[in-house]
């Protein structure tokens, strides 16, 4: 660990602004390949956070990790399973990832903590999500930053069901105190069909026509699901590459503005 690194978003008596942010798993990881880590992206990364004096709440995609195994259970949002063993492997090979980004964080000097939703959210009837955020929320008050990803979640219609990286933002967006929330990934914002950065989006409807698949498997959906995802929270979120990561931490305008509050 990073001697003196604890607690240090309490700062003088004032309550730093929390910053939900969602780190793409086509950027921590190789996603073509079996398993593998991006190190030299993760720990540019995880620089780039430690210089922030936000309080934070970070979710992580599955990249290489999940998603091939999701696909081979036939583990989808929608598709569930009651096979102990699918749910296992799904879960397990995220926590192997999750371990990976703590450890990265905490090298960084960022004092992170792991948090799998497997423990704290679940479907209940209707698909209606529930998420116990009480932990989350404590870890931020003592000055911890929570460490969240995608991941399997027991569904009382389906069995289990995979909880995205993006619904989990969404759905911490809706219960927890956050100002600012951010979505990093491997393009610098959503992008119209001559492949510039579109500034700002308020209806899907405006860019349904541009939004294709992102090319590689993802049992997600990719960035029109991104876009839907986000507009439904209601408030607005930035979606930017991985180069604008501090640019965004450090309040500037980066990437995409989505924002669906209307």
């Keep these: ?17 929390t910053t939900l942010l ?8 190789h996603k073509e390949q079996i398993e593998a880590v991006d190190e030299a992206a993760l720990a540019s990364l995880a620089r780039s956070i430690a210089d922030t004096t936000d309080a934070l709440v970070i979710v992580h995609g599955g990249g290489s990790f999940a998603h091939r195994h999701a696909a081979a259970y036939d583990v989808s949002p929608t598709a569930g399973t009651t096979d102990a063993a699918a749910i296992a492997a799904i879960h397990a090979a995220m926590l192997r990832l999750n ?3 703590v450890d990265q964080l905490i090298a960084a000097g960022v004092p992170a903590v792991p948090l799998a939703p497997l423990s704290f959210a679940h479907r209940a009837g209707g698909a209606g999500l529930h998420l116990a955020t009480a932990p989350l929320a404590l870890a931020v008050e003592q000055g911890l930053v929570p460490v969240c990803f995608g991941d399997v979640i027991l569904d009382a219609d389906r069995g289990a069901t995979i909880l ?3 619904r989990l933002i969404t759905g911490l967006a809706r219960r927890l105190d956050v100002a600012r929330i951010g979505l990093c990934g491997d393009v610098p914002g959503v992008l119209d069909a001559e492949g510039a950065v579109i500034e700002r989006i308020t209806a899907y409807e405006s860019v349904a026509d541009t939004l294709g698949s992102s090319g590689v498997s993802d049992v997600t959906g990719g960035m029109a699901a991104k876009v839907r995802e986000m507009l439904a929270v209601g408030r607005p979120v930035r979606i ?7 640019a965004f931490l450090a309040g500037e305008a980066v990437g ?7």
């Design 22 to 29: 969602k780190l793409g798993g086509s950027i921590i990881t």
């Design 99 to 101: 371990a990976v980004v």
């Design 240 to 246: 930017f590459g991985d180069a604008a990561l501090g």
């Design 164 to 166: 995205s990286g993006d």
């Design 1 to 17: 660990g990073v001697p003196g690194r604890t607690g240090r978003r309490r700062c003088a008596g004032r309550t730093p602004m």
């Design 256 to 262: 995409t503005l989505i924002d669906g509050s209307g």
